[in-house]
């Protein structure tokens, strides 16, 4: 996917990152053999963004303008919604985009084109937060792994084939009822979580079910729900929430899949042909 000291322009389109944590995932990719770069506003601070939109917008930009070989998020967070509309997405240069979390608000778009866009660890969690399990995973899908074969734990039984969208469920749901709502149409459906109530989970998936973004697909695959139980809750699990919504859909779910804001977060090619069959997910690179 990349070639051996491929210069990577590490971008904040989102949240502030702690330098600590950042550089040490810059660290990792050095000792990875690539070079990557930190454009100029990357470490700028606006309330609770990385700069100012203009100075977001600005550096992302720059690092699809020709100059980088790919663009890592430093961090996620909040803020890529904000200038997505202003970002010239058929002008930027064909280079892989390696993100998740707010990341998704690029990721699908990305894809949808037909570029490469990568559902991967940030680099501000990359070498202090991911484990080694998910770090060598990364590293062998830059290193040209044809494919990716992750096993979960069948929710709905069944078979699909489609392409490989999705992301963060908030994400998704923040984009209903707007250019960037997310077409499912033929897709096998990534999904995942973190910090909200169960209760707030079903929010979220009946936003989208009702919106229509769920329309047309073709499976679901679940990674980490990382949930905050309410005080005096009755209880339930997530799979419980999950399967209330997505059941009735009619079509195969996959759950526990190490994706999303825990420790095990591996990379998924977005917009590429997948598959899912019996309890494993199967992504072509």
């Known amino acids: ?25 810059m660290d990792l990719l050095r000792s990875w053999g690539h070079a990557p770069v930190l454009l100029p506003h990357a470490q700028n601070v606006h309330r609770y963004l990385a700069g100012t939109d203009e100075e977001r ?27 997505l509309g202003a970002l010239p ?4 240069a064909p280079i892989p985009f390696f993100g998740f979390s707010d990341g998704t608000a690029l990721l699908n778009p990305l894809a949808a084109l037909g570029r490469p866009a990568v559902h991967a660890p940030v680099l501000h969690a990359l070498a202090s937060l991911n484990d080694e399990a998910s770090r060598s995973h990364l590293h062998n899908l830059l290193g040209g792994a044809p494919a990716v074969s ?10 699909a084939e489609g ?15 707007t250019p960037a709502q997310l077409d499912c149409t033929d897709a096998i459906v990534l999904l995942e979580e973190v910090g909200e109530a169960p209760y707030k989970v079903d ?3 009946v936003q989208c079910r009702d919106a229509g973004v769920f329309r047309g697909a073709r499976a679901f695959v679940l990674g980490d729900f990382l949930p905050v139980q309410p005080p005096d809750s009755p209880g339930g699990s997530m799979d419980d929430v999950l399967l209330d919504v997505l059941a009735p859909l009619g079509v195969p779910i996959l ?18 042909p997948a598959s899912v069959r019996g309890a494993r997910l199967h992504v072509e690179c």
């Open 150 to 159: 992750l096993e979960g734990r069948s929710l709905v039984e069944g078979e």
């Open 1 to 25: 996917m990349l070639l051996r000291a491929a210069r990577i322009a590490v971008v904040s389109p989102s949240g502030v990152s702690q330098p600590a944590r950042l550089h040490a995932g």
């Open 203 to 205: 929010r979220l998936l």
């Open 163 to 177: 392409r490989l969208v999705g992301g963060n469920l908030c994400l998704i749901a923040s984009g209903c009822g």
């Open 57 to 83: 917008l600005t550096d992302l930009v720059a690092a699809f303008g020709g100059d980088y070989d790919a663009v890592w998020m430093a961090r996620g967070g909040y803020g890529l919604s904000r200038i």
């Open 89 to 92: 997405l058929d002008r930027l």
């Open 255 to 272: 759950a526990g899949l190490p994706v999303g804001h825990g420790a095990a977060n591996y990379a998924l090619p977005f917009g590429r």
